[in-house]
Structures are given as C-alpha cells and as structure tokens.
C-alpha cells in the first residue's frame, strides 16, 4: 500500500539497517509484530473481528445473503470479498473510486481462502441450482501502519471462524433477526493467512511498519495452508517492477511452513 | 495408471507457438504470440509525452499497460470494458516488463502497451507478456533482454507446462494449481509470480526448474520472429 515515495535518505537508512540485520523497532526481520484478535465488532454481522497487529488495524466483517447461484459453480454458494481503504485509516488514502490497491487486497485475500478450501461452498446450496448463500467478507483498515494484507487474512479467518448462518423466512429470504445457531461449513484443518514477503536491496523481510513498507521495492504475498498434513501454498501475487532471483524464492518456499505454524499458534489463541 | 495429459503432450511440453512481428502497421512496435488456441497481440506506442501533464515525471517516464479480453475470445461473452481481473493482470504485466526497460532515458513520456486476447484458451496473461515483450523490441526500445514467460500447472501431482482451459477446470486430487511465472531470458531473475490452487511449498523449486526449458523455447521463438523481421 505504498502509495508514497519514501525519501532517497530514508530508504539508504533502512537499507543500511536492514544490511545489519536490525530494524527500528528491535525486531529481527522476519519477526512479526505482537497481534490480538477479538470479536463481535458489530452484532448485526453473520461473523465480525478486529485484528491488531502492530499499530495497523483492520476490521472484518461476515454478511450472507440468498442469491443465484453462478452459472458456473450450479451446486456451490458464493464467496466475495471485498476491501474500502477509508480516508480514516491513513493519510496515504483518498476518497473516490478504489485505487489499484484497493482491488489488489480483496483479491488477494479471496485467492488465499478460496483456493485453500478453507470453506465447503458445497454446504451452502439451499434449493440446488436455484438459491445459494453468498458469503460477503468485507475488510475496512481501521488504522493503516502497514502490512494490511496479512492483518486482512487473519481478520478474515477470524471472522469466518465466528459467523453463524442466518434464518430462512418462509418467503426464502435471510432471516436475521433468527439466528440459527450453526457455523459455517469450515474445514478444521485448512485455516489460510497470507505471509507477504517484502524486499529492499538484497533483504528480504517480514511485516513492515508503514515507513518500512513505503521504503520497501517490492512485495509478495503468499496465501498459505495446511492440507492433509502438508503445508500449500495456495496462492501468490509479487509487486513491483522489481526482480526476485531463484534463490529468493527458494528461501521464502522454505520458510513458509514455519511462519505459518507460528501465526497459526498465536491466532488459535484468540478462537 | 501412468498420468496422461488430455491433448497427449509431455509434461514439460508447450502447446505449438506462434510469433509473429508487425501485426498493427500504426503501432511503434507491434507482435502476435500464441500458445496453442490462446491468442494474443500487442501495439506499443511511445514513448510519448504523457498527458495529462501534472502526470508526467521529469526524472523517469513510465510504463502503461492495458490487457483485456476481446468480448467474444471466449465461450460466455466477456462484457466489454475493464474488470478488476483484467485491471489486476494489466499491472502485473506492467510489473512483469519494467524491470527490463531503462525508462529514465525517456523523461515525462509514457511507453503504451496494449495487449487484447482475440481467442482465449488458458495462459492468456503469460502470452499476453511474450506478445508485448516482442513489441517492446519491435518499437526499438532500449530492453537489457526479452522477458518470456508461461505457467505452469500442476493436476493432482503431475506438474505440467502451459494448461490449456480443459487443464485448469481438472477437478480431482489435489485439483488444479496455475503458477504463471516470467522471467529476464538468460537470467534468474523473476518478474512475475502468481499463483492459484495448492501446491506443497517444497516443491516451488521443481516448478521452477520444469518452466526453465520452456522459458528457452519461448526466447528462441521470440528472437527468430524478431530476427525474421529485421533481416
């Protein structure tokens, strides 16, 4: 989300920072920032959470209508995701149509939960062929001090974790006054959460502060899962017009599946 | 039973490909790239003062990509204009060619590339990319190299090169996995990176090292169209 040029000093700063291994903060590089996760920010969402990581905040929410279901998937029900980068959360943001970023990030995190099959869309069809629950995650920056995308996975895991499915009326439509007190059909292994690995001169490194993330050249987002005991990667985006080498590559495939066990740890704590 | 693909190629076989210079006389630089049935061409236009003027950047000019489906490339009628799909893949593209031009040699201008599928059959962005990487050339841009690129795909665990539409709606196993990649030719340095599906992390590297013979045979189709031309 670097919607700012950093300074050619500032950039030099980190780069000689980052050369030693160190950052302002005393973090290690590929150190994430403490997070919290909790819930129920709004009682009129299917499912709700506010992720903190760092000083960056985001919060989630569930909403589930009735609708069609697409063309191409007759026996499944709908997933969207969608992003609003509000002008509350940051400086960086302005009002009016979304910016690239903010069609960037929802993607991105759909991709991750999608592909990961995280959800059974099976299990949302509720006359086939004709009526199917869509399952709306929407994801709204409370406070943007980088790394958003990761703080959105987990926000969104988190709030699909905690939805429950609204009654039907007898007129077939949502019922939300009448709860009905089952969750979604949610995998107990797979759970998603994106790992975006930032690059500055020859330094790869991990959850950058917004300075960090404007100083950085370039980022790559990983949506990563376990699946029958093997760690997926499920889906991958890089930014910028800059290279990563095969060695580069290679080191992120393998520190993945530790990062990933490490926030899975801290957010399990939280569901 | 051993794995067969549907079309009978080799895992590490691309579809036949086509490459053709100067498709569209008006553009600077112009070319055709195919994979098979997917189809793509590409006009290049600049560099050019870049307007509106408050836009312009006196220390670098840049570079604008645009990519979309033509409405009847494929078999649902695409609505014509923008998606966010195409809006995604026009910036990776333009992440995906940056890294070879030096455009700080060309101050407030901006270098169009415009990039339409005319028949869709899976891998379209990575043709899309080869299109206009041979267009860029054509215009006469100043490049450090081609850029190739191409995806490769996984079905079940058979990892395979350049899927075709019938490929990528596979719907067993593992399912399918498209990983579409480009790189600077003759080099290690990767320009673009996607990827859909499940693939077990410890297997990037095999991906990597299976689209590094089609990356060969993409460049060498690239530079005997260009060769073609300029003889």
């Known amino acids: ?271 | 039973m051993a794995f067969k693909r549907i079309d009978g190629r080799k895992n590490s076989d691309l579809r036949p490909i086509t490459a053709k210079i100067g498709v569209i006389p008006n553009a600077d630089g112009s070319a055709l790239f195919a994979f098979g049935n997917t189809i793509a061409i590409a006009a290049v236009y600049g560099p050019r003062l870049l307007h509106p003027q408050h836009m312009q950047d006196p220390e670098t000019g840049i570079l604008r990509v645009n990519y979309d489906l033509l409405s009847f490339s494929v078999n649902d009628r695409k609505k014509p204009g923008p998606s966010r799909r195409s809006q995604e893949i026009s910036k990776v593209t333009e992440w995906a060619l940056s890294p070879v031009l030096d455009l700080k040699e060309f101050p407030n201008t901006v270098i169009d590339v415009q990039i339409y599928i005319i028949q869709a059959d899976a891998g379209t962005r990575t043709a899309g990319i080869n299109a206009a990487s041979m267009a860029l050339a054509h215009a006469g841009i100043p490049m450090r190299n081609l850029v190739c690129s191409v995806a490769v795909g996984k079905q079940d665990k058979e990892i395979v090169v350049d899927l075709t539409k019938a490929e990528e709606d596979f719907d067993g196993g593992e399912g399918p996995t498209d990983f579409p990649l480009a790189k600077i030719a003759n080099t290690d340095q990767y320009t673009l990176l996607q990827l859909d599906g499940k693939i077990p992390a410890e297997r990037v590297s095999e991906v990597l090292t299976i689209a590094d013979q089609a990356f060969a045979n993409i460049y060498e189709a690239q530079k005997k169209a260009l060769k073609e031309e300029f003889s």
């Open chain 1, 1 to 271: 989300m670097s919607s700012m040029k950093s300074a050619g000093i500032t950039i030099d700063t980190f780069k000689k920072l980052f050369t030693a291994g160190k950052r302002f903060d005393g973090r290690g590089l590929m150190e994430y920032r403490p997070f919290e996760v909790n819930f129920e920010v709004s009682n009129c969402a299917e499912g709700s959470a506010r992720v903190r990581l760092g000083k960056s905040e985001v919060i989630v929410g569930v909403k589930m209508n009735i609708d069609k279901p697409y063309p191409d998937s007759p026996d499944k029900g709908n997933l969207m995701v969608s992003a609003d980068l509000l002008p509350l959360a940051s400086p960086r943001f302005e009002a009016g149509p979304p910016k690239f970023d903010a069609i960037e990030l929802p993607r991105l995190v759909d991709r991750a939960i999608r592909e990961s099959g995280m959800i059974n869309l099976k299990e949302l069809v509720v006359t086939p062929g004709e009526k199917v629950w869509t399952v709306i995650i929407d994801i709204y920056p409370i406070n943007a001090d980088g790394n958003l995308i990761d703080a959105a996975s987990i926000g969104a895991a988190a709030a699909l974790k905690s939805a429950v499915i609204p009654g039907i009326t007898e007129a077939g439509t949502p019922d939300y006054k009448h709860r009905t007190k089952k969750k979604l059909p949610l995998s107990d292994e797979t759970l998603p959460l994106s790992i975006t690995v930032f690059k500055l001169g020859n330094t790869l490194f991990l959850d950058p502060t917004r300075e960090e993330e404007e100083a950085s050249e370039t980022r790559t987002t990983f949506g990563v899962s376990k699946w029958k005991g093997s760690y997926m990667i499920n889906s991958c985006q890089k930014s910028a017009p800059v290279c990563l080498t095969r060695a580069e590559i290679e080191e992120i495939a393998k520190l993945l599946p530790k990062k990933y066990d490490e926030l899975n740890e801290r957010l399990k704590k939280f569901l």
